[in-house]
């Protein structure tokens, strides 16, 4: 029987120091997200990030936290349980990271007797550090607790004729009557050579001003490629004029070089060049987080404020939108009625 595992990043139990601590230690012991050997990255995390940042990440948690939760696990729990009302097989829902479990998910649709699951990692862009680390724990967990299971995976949907018209429409329905001089799609940033180690023929990816834009069979694993195309995409749709919009990489941690520009400098640049009306946009997020609720919504207007900004807009994510729900559930329902060979094929 076939069903469904939506899976998002995660959050940690409250926003405590304690708990924020545990998340944060799960998150970045992560080789998929700290990618240097095991001895130094327990160094780096155990030594020296956790004495330090869920402190200072908890504050941050506890300025957007919700009386139901975590906003990402609430909305996401909003999402799926719209989706499991319109969808025809059974639809779990796993984070990567706390207490949410994948192993959990896999569970709850094994025993509704489900053995062929599709794997939706939600997350528009291929990453080392999201999407990769989402399949390669979902098949650990598999191999170990469901050997008789059979995973699909849906692939990075970023440039899904789909995925840009909600995003497009979302954005179009918060523009009415806005007047802004310029919009930004800030998305999460990761180090740059994340990208070099994502990359298949191992030359493409230079990080140089052309090569995202060089078709290339690296692009199926190419962040920044990616991340550009949505863009592209979505300014497409929505005729917007070039030099109206640029893209941005937010949310760097530590000091390696991360994928520019970053999203805090472009808020210093852009008052000083007459951009002072500005709309945000985040489309690495399908559901509004720290990230978006704290860092973008709240930091990012006292950044740009304070360099001159005079009005700032950030546009929420796609969240447990009626639209968003009608595009996940079309893509479930078309895959729940495709025999193995169609999908395979
Ligand atoms: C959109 C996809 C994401 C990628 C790619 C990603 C890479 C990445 N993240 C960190 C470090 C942190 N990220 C944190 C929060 C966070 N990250 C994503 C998504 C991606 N991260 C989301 C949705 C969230 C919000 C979670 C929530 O509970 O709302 C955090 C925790 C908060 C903090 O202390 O800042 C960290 C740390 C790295 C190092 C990385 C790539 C290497
Ligand atoms: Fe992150
Ligand atoms: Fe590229």
Not at 7 to 36: A, T
Not at 96 to 123: A, F, N, T, W
Not at 196 to 214: A, L
Not at 250 to 278: A, C, H, I, V
């Amino acid at each position: 029987m076939k069903g469904v595992l939506l899976i998002n990043l995660g959050s940690p139990d409250s926003p405590n120091p304690k708990d924020v601590k545990r998340y944060l230690g799960e998150f970045l012991m992560d080789e998929r997200v700290i990618d240097v050997p095991k001895w130094l990255r327990t160094f780096l995390v155990k030594g020296i990030i956790l004495n330090t940042r869920p402190k200072k990440s908890a504050a941050a948690y506890q300025k957007i936290w919700w009386e139901e939760g975590s906003p990402l696990i609430v909305i996401s729990e909003r999402f799926h349980k719209k989706v499991q009302e319109r969808a025809k097989v059974p639809v779990a829902l796993g984070m990567r990271y706390g207490s949410m479990s994948i192993q959990k998910g896999l569970k709850e649709l094994h025993d509704q007797g489900v053995d062929d699951v599709l794997v939706v990692p939600l997350y528009p862009h291929y990453a080392m550090s999201s999407t990769e680390t989402v399949i390669e724990k979902t098949k650990e967990e598999q191999k170990k607790h469901f050997p008789n299971m059979e995973l699909t995976i849906v692939p990075s949907f970023y440039n899904h004729p789909d995925y840009i018209r909600a995003m497009s429409e979302n954005i179009k329905s918060h523009l009415e009557g806005v007047d802004y001089d310029h919009i930004l799609f800030s998305y999460h940033g990761i180090p740059e050579r994340h990208i070099r180690k994502s990359d298949p023929t191992k030359s493409h990816c230079k990080i140089d001003g052309s090569c995202c834009e060089t078709a290339s069979k690296a692009h199926a694993t190419c962040y920044r490629h990616q991340c550009f195309e949505t863009t592209k995409e979505i300014a497409k749709y929505l005729d917007l004029p070039e030099g109206k919009y640029s893209d941005s990489f937010q949310s760097r941690l530590g000091g390696d070089p991360w994928l520019k520009p970053y999203t805090d400098k472009e808020f210093e640049r852009f008052p000083t060049e007459g951009k002072k009306n500005l709309v945000v946009i985040t489309p690495a997020f399908v559901s509004d987080c720290l990230e978006t609720l704290e860092e973008i919504a709240m930091e990012g207007e006292e950044q740009f404020e304070e360099a001159g900004g005079e009005h700032y807009k950030h546009i929420p994510c796609l969240n447990d939108s009626d639209d968003w729900v009608k595009v996940m559930t079309r893509w479930i329902n078309e895959w729940s009625v495709t025999s193995k060979e169609e999908v395979t094929a």
